[in-house]
């Protein structure tokens, strides 16, 4: 049997429960674990292979050579997809993903950022 | 077929009530809709070329990104028919794994239609209920994956990542509640007034036209076909899944949502059985970069439909020929036969109800000289004095609009 306005009980019981969305800027435990996100580059472990390079689809990771056994990575924050394939193709597991996510820079030029020894990231710009 | 004196509507390229750019031209006596006829082309993106141009690798992420809604279907359909010329035997925990997501895939794209539904007849508390939910297999899909859309699980061989214990749990639990969620929409869908007043009787497409024309998935089980590759041609771990696949034949919008409501459960039904049937084992196989010759064709049962890839290789890392047969593209011919003799109002909702993507759908079309082998190429610049003659066809004079809009600054 049709019943019109069976629907009107759920609304009225909606009134009393807590909001779906959630507190974004002061919550920010939304993120689960094993989220894909920034690329993080320990430089040490680095042995040149270049696999990155080769599996990347969009052309964001880029390793040019310092000196002897020394290698920096340049990831483009704005072209990287988050897909993590370089992870994967890692023979060295130099790379690994973090959950950071808030990656939106005012500065174009800070989208670039610079990973060489002491596993810190300098952006350059 | 237009008719010369009836009053002509372009719906489209940008309109309300479409979602993407996509053109239809209405004719209209009154307010009944008397011919109609869709235009693709304005979503074209070239992946099919772009695909040739990157390794197999890099062009799954490609793949992926055909469509946002159904990217885990794109991507399997695609190492399916890499790993069938590779002869790569993939094991069976991952057959498992791409068939949970694929499953949980489902589950959010039929949510999300269901709201999409909602809001077309103009019912948005539907559409706010419905997508509230659909946030639980979404947040569920980020925890198995690392994403919420474009899941990137997929690689040739195998998945990227396992299940553990915890995850299983996560799973039962989510499905719980989606399954109790659903069973009230089956009963609203069954007794609300405003969405049986909208949806029964719109969008026909009897039996015999929906095999005519070739539809598939939910649009072809409402019209009582029984078509289903997961039950048809098996592919991943469905051959030892137990599943029905769901038809009704009331050929209306309705019942495509019946189908879609009835799919949602049998989907709660399969993850069930793949949390509990899983079986242990290696995830990935290492397969080679260079891909030896060969052809293969792949059919998967996307949530829209029929899914169809066909990729050669040609023994290099890159594939030589990668073509994808989305499943709107087998829908949309019917919209049209769906559209006659209705009224103008019911338009978006029949769209909608063969859950359109159109960007998966645009393709490009080269005209060769069957004598000469010749290809057809045109430049740009005809391609632009087309489009002022076609304009100027219809009334509109961009020249003359130029010359008064110099004259008035």
């Known amino acids: ?125 | 077929m237009h008719e010369s004196g009836d009053v002509r509507i372009p719906i489209g390229p940008q309109h309300p009530a479409l979602k993407e750019p996509e053109s239809f031209l209405i004719s209209l006596r009154g307010e009944k809709i008397t011919a109609s006829s869709v235009r693709l082309g304005y979503n074209h993106r070239g992946i099919e070329k772009a695909c040739e141009e990157r390794t197999y690798t890099q062009g799954l992420y490609l793949i992926e990104r055909i469509c946002g809604i159904c990217s885990h279907s794109h991507s399997t359909c695609f190492v399916q028919a890499v790993e069938e010329i590779a002869g790569i035997q993939v094991s069976p925990r991952a057959k498992y794994m791409r068939t949970l997501i694929a499953e949980l895939e489902r589950i959010h794209s039929h949510l999300l239609w269901l709201g999409v539904a909602g809001h077309e007849i103009g019912f948005d508390t539907l559409l706010m209920y419905t997508w509230r939910d659909r946030e639980v297999v979404m947040d569920l899909l980020a925890t198995l994956t690392g994403n919420r859309v474009n899941y990137g699980i997929n690689t040739i061989g195998g998945v990227r990542r396992d299940i553990n214990s915890k995850q299983k749990e996560e799973v039962l639990k989510a499905i719980d509640i989606l399954e109790e969620r659903t069973k009230y929409y089956i009963d609203l869908a069954k007794n609300e007034t405003t969405l049986l007043k909208r949806l029964q009787g719109v969008g026909v497409l009897s039996y015999e036209d929906a095999k005519k024309l070739d539809a598939v998935g939910p649009t072809a089980r409402a019209s009582g076909i029984e078509r289903d590759v997961r039950k048809d041609d098996p592919y991943a771990a469905y051959a030892e899944l137990d599943f029905k696949v769901i038809s009704v034949n009331s050929c209306d919008v309705y019942g495509r949502t019946l189908v879609r409501l009835g799919e949602l459960m049998e989907s709660y039904s399969l993850v069930r059985q793949i949390i509990r049937k899983i079986p242990d084992g290696p995830i990935l196989i290492k397969s080679p970069r260079k891909i030896p010759a060969g052809q293969a064709v792949s059919r998967y049962e996307a949530p829209r439909g029929e899914d169809l890839h066909y990729v050669r290789a040609n023994g290099t890392e890159k594939p030589d020929r990668v073509k994808v047969r989305a499943p709107t593209l087998a829908n949309i011919q019917s919209v049209s036969k769906m559209l006659e003799d209705r009224y103008l109002a019911d338009m978006p909702i029949v769209i909608a109800a063969i859950d359109p993507c159109f960007s998966c759908t645009d393709r490009l079309v080269s005209i060769r000289d069957t004598k000469s082998k010749e290809k057809n190429t045109v430049a740009w610049e005809t391609i632009r004095l087309k489009g002022i003659a076609w304009y100027k066809d219809k009334g509109i004079d961009f020249i003359s609009l130029n010359k008064k809009l110099t004259k008035l600054f």
């Open chain 1, 1 to 125: 049997m049709s019943r019109p306005g069976k629907i009107a009980r759920l609304l009225i019981q909606s009134l009393f429960k807590k909001p779906a969305t959630g507190n974004y800027p002061v919550d920010r435990s939304g993120m689960p674990e094993g989220f894909r996100g920034k690329l993080k580059f320990n430089a040490g472990m680095c042995i040149g292979c270049k696999m990155c390079m080769r599996d990347c689809p969009s052309e964001a990771i880029e390793i040019r050579k310092l000196g002897e056994k020394q290698f920096e990575a340049q990831i483009n924050l704005a072209k990287c997809i988050y897909c993590g394939q370089c992870v994967d193709s890692c023979p060295k597991k130099v790379l690994e993903i973090t959950a950071e996510f808030e990656l939106a820079r005012l500065d174009p030029a800070q989208l670039k950022v610079i990973f060489n020894d002491g596993n810190k990231d300098s952006p350059k710009g």
